[in-house]
């Protein structure tokens, strides 16, 4: 069984701090993605990373792919309360079959 | 892009008691997924829905309990049937390349 293991499991900061997260996992995949989720919404695509060793910026938000295509990153640079929420990683292997991370949840304090 | 509605966006159901979720897509798809989220949990795969042909089930997941129709290349629905209060999540439908419905929020009492 896949399994996709995200670290911090939960995570407060101040607005304006940096922060990362980590999903690790022993399988390797065709692709990874990262979404955003907010409370009664479902999940929204922030990124796919599809090469190892890709780097994505996305305004403050930087993904990285490992180089063997089993672990990925999420950093986030000055944090803001805006981007509070679940976070969720995937990983992607044929037929577009979606392993879901564990999720780390953010909160951003103004 | 996709645009994905569910209906309903929410329900309050008695135990024993079945409810059917609904999932329109805005444009013709091949495969769509349904996803269940647990209280405070990640999203697992309930199953793969093809057009005209049987839905595909994860391990833990079974037809009689979470059977799903898809008539054609823009909508599918899932039943959970013979509902427990262990069925409270949000249900979730999905098409590749990551794009999700708002969800259902199903409560069991």
């Known amino acids: 069984t896949q399994l996709l293991e995200q670290s911090p499991q939960f995570l407060s900061i101040q607005e304006g701090e940096n922060l990362t997260v980590y999903c690790n996992s022993s399988?390797?995949?065709?692709?990874l993605q990262w979404y955003r989720q907010e409370p009664g919404e479902g999940p929204v695509l922030l990124v796919t990373?599809?090469?190892?060793?890709e780097v994505k910026k996305l305004k403050r938000l930087t993904f990285q792919f490992g180089d063997a295509r089993k672990d990925s990153s999420l950093h986030i640079t000055a944090a803001q309360p805006g981007d509070t929420g679940l976070y969720l990683c995937?990983?992607?292997?044929?037929?577009?079959?979606?392993?879901f991370g564990t999720g780390t949840r953010l909160k951003v304090l103004a | 892009s996709a645009v994905i509605s569910q209906k309903p966006s929410r329900d309050i159901c008695q135990r024993g008691t079945s409810l059917t979720i609904q999932c329109q897509v805005d444009s013709q798809v091949t495969m769509m997924f349904w996803y269940r989220q647990q209280p405070g949990q990640s999203l697992t795969l309930i199953a793969t829905a093809n057009q005209g042909s049987e839905a595909t089930y994860e391990s833990g997941f079974v037809i009689d309990k979470f059977p799903i129709s898809r008539p054609n290349l823009t909508f599918s629905t899932l039943t959970v049937s013979n509902m427990s209060p262990e069925d409270s999540s949000i249900y979730l439908c999905?098409?590749?390349?990551?794009?999700f419905g708002p969800g259902t929020r199903l409560t069991v009492l």
């Open positions: 999905s098409v590749a390349p990551g794009y």
């Open positions: 995937a990983g992607v292997g044929g037929t577009y079959k979606y392993i």
């Open positions: 399988s390797v995949f065709s692709s």
């Open positions: 990373v599809v090469t190892g060793g």
